[in-house]
């Protein structure tokens, strides 16, 4: 399972920059009443939950084998990062399933559009919380970094001898 954490900082990046692209267009279509943006923006909450799924399991896995490797402080570091990474495919998860119905029931439409401004904003800063904690594990503790794994070989061939 270790293959599944290793892909996790190559994964992340795209449901990242693809709600956070979302959240633009959605921003802007509903606000300029551009049909086409709100279109674009429906289909990439969709694509932005999905890969976020990908994203999520391999964070996962990401976080078990660091909490094997790490020390408590940064268990708890793990713990926060994981936390607001599920909040936020979860809420963007209920966004999609909200848009969705009112698409089908062809009610996205006035004043219930512009309750998606604030849902996006909030959406938005989930994404940058999420991020700030695991930017803290990469560059403050060196998490799924070759230097990290490093450290960890030397630690474990100090401990051996």
């Known amino acids: 399972m270790e293959f599944l954490a290793e892909l996790h900082p190559q994964i992340i990046h795209f449901p ?12 802007v279509g509903i606000l300029s009443k551009n049909i086409f943006l709100q279109k674009t923006s429906f289909l990439l909450l969709a694509i932005g939950v999905v890969s ?26 793990i713990n926060d990062h994981e936390t607001y990474a599920t909040i936020t495919l979860w809420y963007y998860f ?9 698409i089908l029931k062809k009610k996205f439409e006035g004043i219930l559009k512009f309750v998606f401004i604030p ?17 803290k594990l990469v560059y403050n503790y060196g998490i799924g970094t070759s230097i990290n794994k490093d450290m960890n070989t030397f630690d474990n061939f100090e401990n051996h001898d």
Do not use: C, M, W
């Not at 990242?16 to 921003?27: C, K, Q």
């Not at 849902?119 to 930017?135: P, R």
């Open 94 to 102: 209920v966004i999609l399933i909200l848009r969705t119905y009112l």
């Open 119 to 135: 849902l996006v904003l909030i959406g938005s800063y989930l994404i940058y919380e999420t991020g700030e904690h695991g930017g």
């Open 16 to 27: 990242i920059a693809i709600l956070i692209l979302y959240s633009v267009l959605e921003i």
């Open 52 to 77: 976020a799924v990908g994203a999520v399991l391999t964070g996962n896995q990401a976080a078990e084998f660091a909490k094997l490797n790490s020390d408590l402080p940064i268990a708890t570091l």
